[in-house]
């Protein structure tokens, strides 16, 4: 079983993927054709978004108690870049009895999505989805097109529909440059049209910093190194040399976007906690609230700031693989890598993550205290933590290689969808040029034949 996992990354490694997409935007909108016994509750729930978060978008809505059979609610939801691919967000869907691929996504989701990218994003056989169980169902979404019209940045997932009137209040030229080849008299297919926010206004373009010249972005790459370099000076002297206090070691503000050859990461902020809070949080690090132990440190269960947060506290000599980790974290987010919120390094070095609820593989493959995980499950949990892999193998500029991947380094969520977690033998580097890496601290896991010459 272990060696099919690896060989499932291994493959997943293999399939290199060109990145479509950069970065996602906070909103877009579902347009959903209302059926016969469907009401804003059940939508509501379809989508994971309140009553109260829906209205605002839907002022043809007169009633929320009553909505009529063939009109359409407007959904705002998150579109994200999916794995460097392409502009979506994936729902989680409970499957009923008697549910195929089609139902799914021709009734539950309103043509939203098709049958066949459903099956795609599932590990289900088509004839044998079980009832009661948690699936992925992907829809795509558009953030805008400078190329086209920068007015615009705010755009609806829109089914079409045989014999559908279509008055969007639109020029018809500006549709079809939004979505060249689309037939709209053919009623089917979907389409993205520019759409107005809760205030009733369309929204213009947010440009990113992702079309930003190669001389900036070389500057902004050599500015990185020196502040890495720089960073790790601070380390040295505060922790080895005088063992005080440091306060700012990254700026809480940064964002900056990078890109090369399609393919990009974003630098966002992340939290400075200080040691009293952490403390605090944990009951002074004590042994209840002990929930792991590492090679470069222990690790803790604590609550902070109404998050479920799991603290990695680490000794002053593991401040290379802190560092490591912190430089991969803050840079590069994928729904397959667990999330950094933030660190310390008053009295130790502290690395505070989004807890993760079900643990890691090791314990599920090897515990006998807990169920043996499903086929299909363990399937899943290895292809997430491919995908997750891949993102940092093939799509982020520079190239981050993981170096030790083990099932005790795969984290398992609530859903039983894998990320990957523990960076600190991470090696940066850029193919075809020199590489620069983290001391060798702790075992190596699984490593690809093809990454071993960095």
Same mark, same amino acid.
């Given at each position: 079983?272990?060696?099919?996992?690896?060989?499932?990354?291994?493959?997943?490694?293999?399939?290199?993927?060109?990145?479509?997409?950069?970065?996602?935007?906070?909103?877009?909108?579902?347009?959903?054709?209302?059926?016969?016994?469907?009401?804003?509750?059940?939508?509501?729930?379809?989508?994971?978004?309140?009553?109260?978060?829906?209205?605002?978008?839907?002022?043809?809505?007169?009633?929320?108690?009553?909505?009529?059979?063939?009109?359409?609610?407007?959904?705002?939801?998150?579109?994200?870049?999916?794995?460097?691919?392409?502009?979506?967000?994936?729902?989680?869907?409970?499957?009923?009895?008697?549910?195929?691929?089609?139902?799914?996504?021709?009734?539950?989701?309103?043509?939203?999505?098709?049958?066949?990218?459903?099956?795609?994003?599932?590990?289900?056989?088509?004839?044998?989805?079980?009832?009661?169980?948690?699936?992925?169902?992907?829809?795509?979404?558009?953030?805008?097109?400078?190329?086209?019209?920068?007015?615009?940045?705010?755009?609806?997932?829109?089914?079409?529909?045989?014999?559908?009137?279509?008055?969007?209040?639109?020029?018809?030229?500006?549709?079809?440059?939004?979505?060249?080849?689309?037939?709209?008299?053919?009623?089917?297919?979907?389409?993205?049209?520019?759409?107005?926010?809760?205030?009733?206004?369309?929204?213009?373009?947010?440009?990113?910093?992702?079309?930003?010249?190669?001389?900036?972005?070389?500057?902004?790459?050599?500015?990185?190194?020196?502040?890495?370099?720089?960073?790790?000076?601070?380390?040295?002297?505060?922790?080895?040399?005088?063992?005080?206090?440091?306060?700012?070691?990254?700026?809480?503000?940064?964002?900056?976007?990078? %890109? &090369? +050859?399609? /393919? !990009?990461?974003?630098? @966002?902020?992340?939290?400075?906690?200080?040691?009293?809070?952490? $403390?605090?949080?944990?009951?002074?690090?004590?042994?209840?609230?002990?929930?792991?132990?590492?090679?470069?440190?222990?690790?803790?269960?604590?609550?902070?700031?109404?998050?479920?947060?799991?603290?990695?506290?680490?000794?002053?000599?593991?401040?290379?693989?802190?560092?490591?980790?912190?430089?991969?974290?803050?840079?590069?987010?994928?729904?397959?890598?667990?999330?950094?919120?933030?660190?310390?390094?008053?009295?130790?070095?502290?690395?505070?993550?989004?807890?993760?609820?079900?643990?890691?593989? %090791? &314990? +599920?493959? /090897? !515990?006998?205290?807990? @169920?043996?995980?499903?086929?299909?499950?363990?399937?899943?949990? $290895?292809?997430?933590?491919?995908?997750?892999?891949?993102?940092?193998?093939?799509?982020?500029?520079?190239?981050?290689?993981?170096?030790?991947?083990?099932?005790?380094?795969?984290?398992?969520?609530?859903?039983?969808?894998?990320?990957?977690?523990?960076?600190?033998?991470?090696?940066?580097?850029?193919?075809?040029?020199?590489?620069?890496?983290?001391?060798?601290?702790?075992?190596?896991?699984?490593?690809?034949?093809?990454?071993?010459?960095?």
């Amino acid at each position: 079983m272990i060696r099919l996992f690896h060989a499932l990354l291994f493959l997943s490694l293999k399939l290199k993927a060109e990145a479509n997409c950069k970065t996602g935007c906070d909103l877009a909108l579902a347009s959903y054709n209302v059926w016969a016994g469907v009401n804003l509750t059940y939508i509501s729930n379809l989508f994971s978004k309140s009553i109260t978060e829906i209205l605002p978008y839907n002022p043809h809505v007169p009633n929320q108690d009553s909505i009529l059979t063939d009109t359409r609610i407007n959904v705002p939801f998150s579109c994200d870049c999916l794995n460097g691919d392409f502009l979506g967000h994936t729902f989680t869907y409970n499957t009923q009895p008697g549910d195929t691929y089609n139902k799914i996504a021709t009734i539950a989701f309103a043509n939203l999505t098709t049958e066949d990218w459903v099956h795609r994003v599932n590990i289900y056989d088509p004839t044998r989805i079980p009832d009661h169980a948690s699936i992925n169902v992907t829809v795509n979404c558009s953030c805008g097109d400078k190329r086209v019209s920068k007015n615009y940045g705010l755009f609806t997932t829109y089914p079409l529909r045989p014999g559908e009137n279509l008055s969007f209040g639109l020029p018809a030229d500006l549709l079809q440059r939004y979505n060249p080849g689309m037939n709209f008299s053919a009623g089917t297919g979907i389409i993205y049209v520019p759409a107005k926010d809760s205030t009733g206004n369309y929204p213009p373009l947010k440009i990113s910093a992702a079309g930003i010249s190669s001389r900036v972005i070389a500057g902004i790459s050599i500015a990185g190194v020196a502040g890495a370099l720089l960073f790790a000076s601070f380390i040295y002297f505060r922790f080895y040399k005088k063992n005080k206090v440091h306060k700012s070691l990254l700026s809480e503000t940064t964002e900056h976007h990078y %890109s &090369q +050859h399609g /393919r !990009g990461i974003t630098v @966002d902020k992340s939290v400075e906690f200080s040691y009293e809070e952490l $403390a605090k949080a944990t009951h002074d690090f004590s042994m209840a609230n002990k929930i792991g132990q590492g090679g470069f440190g222990s690790v803790y269960y604590a609550e902070l700031r109404g998050e479920k947060a799991a603290i990695k506290k680490m000794d002053m000599q593991a401040s290379k693989e802190f560092l490591a980790e912190l430089k991969v974290l803050t840079h590069v987010h994928h729904l397959n890598l667990v999330r950094l919120i933030g660190y310390c390094v008053e009295s130790s070095l502290f690395l505070v993550y989004e807890f993760i609820e079900n643990g890691n593989l %090791s &314990q +599920h493959l /090897r !515990g006998s205290e807990r @169920d043996p995980l499903p086929w299909v499950t363990r399937v899943q949990i $290895a292809l997430d933590s491919a995908r997750g892999l891949e993102y940092i193998h093939e799509h982020t500029v520079p190239v981050y290689i993981h170096r030790d991947v083990k099932s005790a380094n795969i984290l398992i969520d609530k859903n039983f969808r894998g990320k990957v977690a523990d960076f600190g033998l991470t090696k940066l580097t850029e193919y075809g040029s020199a590489s620069v890496h983290t001391r060798l601290v702790g075992t190596f896991g699984y490593m690809p034949p093809d990454l071993r010459m960095f």
